[in-house]
């Protein structure tokens, strides 16, 4: 699945805060050897270099236009385009962070297990996930999908990405490897100007592979009639806009010594 990185700042502001949430977290002050895991066009990459500076700093990605974005705005940072689902750092590091990744990868728990064992003693894990699939964003996605010539591609859930474990399978599975173990939910709520712009908002992300599934040559009346969901979904404010609700996980794992 290809990704635009364009598409995806059109809301830099609302998507970096909760990569600053995550950052006011790390309980670290220095770190010689920091990975922004999900890199994307590097606006995540960027909280990192503040604090720990560029040449301490690697961003990894599957994406070449994420990529690509990235080296632009950070051209001082390492860029390398990795599969996440299979990777591991080559030697132990001080700093695991990933912003909105590893929801997209199956059996993320496994990865992230594996993960902790490559954490210097003392390193961390930082981890922030959406937890939206049961928002009406995403839930007229799968109306959508149901209702129109194209959804033979969607019987089944097909596309639906799964839903993430309870909290509890996190400090299970993590808890043992942990000196500290915090997990969390927040939720954002985003005044939107209208409906349109929530579409906006999802085409960068949640909304990319029900529109690859659907194919081009239906990707207008895909998108008119997911829009049409959308605005009765989220009826507006007393101002007209329309507020979507962004719940997500986060958590934080320090490494035990031993």
Same mark, same amino acid.
């Given at each position: ?65 994420? =990529?690509?974005? %990235?080296? !632009?705005? &950070? ?8 599969? $996440?689902?299979? #990777? ?75 839903? =993430?474990?309870? %909290?509890? !399978?996190? &400090? ?8 500290? $173990?915090?997990? #969390? ?74």
């Amino acid at each position: 699945m290809a990704w635009s990185s364009q598409q995806y700042l059109k809301f830099e502001d609302e998507r970096t805060r909760p990569a600053q949430d995550l950052m006011a977290r790390v309980p670290l002050t220095t770190a010689s050897r920091a990975f922004d895991l999900g890199c994307g066009p590097g606006n995540s990459t960027e909280l990192l270099v503040e604090r720990f500076g560029a040449a301490n700093v690697t961003g990894v990605d599957s994406d070449d236009n994420m =990529l690509a974005a %990235a080296r !632009t705005r &950070l051209p001082a940072v390492s860029f390398d385009k990795v599969d $996440l689902a299979n #990777w591991v750092p080559d030697a132990p590091v001080d700093l695991l962070y990933a912003n909105a990744v590893f929801q997209w990868i199956p059996d993320h728990i496994s990865v992230l297990e594996q993960l902790m064992d490559h954490l210097k003693p003392g390193g961390v894990l930082a981890v922030q996930m959406p937890d939206n699939l049961s928002e009406p964003s995403h839930l007229m996605m799968e109306e959508t999908g149901l209702a129109g010539p194209w959804s033979k591609a969607f019987e089944g859930g097909k596309i639906r990405r799964k839903p =993430l474990p309870p %909290a509890s !399978t996190y &400090l299970d599975r993590l808890g043992p490897k942990s000196l500290r $173990l915090d997990v #969390w939910h927040t939720v954002y709520y985003h005044p939107m100007a209208d409906a349109a712009a929530i579409v906006e908002w999802v085409k960068g992300t949640g909304l990319r592979p029900y529109l690859n599934a659907a194919g081009e040559e239906n990707r207008e009346a895909f998108l008119t009639d997911y829009e049409a969901r959308i605005d009765k979904a989220y009826p507006p404010m007393a101002d007209g806009r329309r507020l979507l609700a962004f719940p997500r996980l986060f958590i934080v794992a320090v490494k035990s010594p031993n």
